[in-house]
């Protein structure tokens, strides 16, 4: 009998549906490092009317990114292979309107 190869454990991931929010963000404000964890600061462009009819550009926090280095190396890895979805060419405009996922 030839020896198995140990399997790798099972990635864990339940999805919660519309428990888990969405983070939509515009720039990342700020970024550091304390104690040995990622911090990162998201921020959302809204625009504030004024009493002159015009209207100002401003950024506001929409939400704090703290995690541990492999963390942060796992979402990196994710949002690259995300932009090179985005770099292939799509096949029809179905494929369009639905998205891709991986």
Do not use: W
């Given at each position: 009998?030839?020896?198995?190869p140990?399997?790798?454990?099972?990635?864990?991931?339940?999805?919660t549906g519309?428990?888990?929010p969405?983070?939509?963000?515009?720039?990342?404000?700020?970024?550091?490092t304390?104690n040995?964890?990622i911090e990162v600061?998201?921020?959302?462009?809204?625009?504030?009317?004024?009493?002159?009819?015009?209207t100002?550009?401003?950024?506001?926090?929409?939400g704090r990114?703290r995690?541990?280095?492999?963390?942060?190396?796992?979402l990196?890895n994710?949002l690259?292979?995300?932009?090179?979805?985005?770099?292939q060419?799509?096949?029809?405009?179905?494929?369009i309107?639905?998205?891709?996922?991986?």
């Amino acid at each position: 009998m030839a020896e198995q190869p140990p399997a790798k454990p099972d990635l864990i991931y339940e999805d919660t549906g519309a428990m888990a929010p969405v983070v939509y963000f515009d720039i990342v404000g700020a970024y550091g490092t304390m104690n040995g964890a990622i911090e990162v600061e998201l921020a959302t462009r809204i625009l504030v009317p004024k009493p002159d009819g015009s209207t100002e550009v401003k950024f506001i926090s929409s939400g704090r990114i703290r995690c541990s280095a492999n963390a942060a190396a796992n979402l990196r890895n994710g949002l690259d292979a995300a932009l090179k979805m985005l770099e292939q060419p799509q096949g029809s405009a179905a494929a369009i309107a639905a998205g891709k996922l991986n």
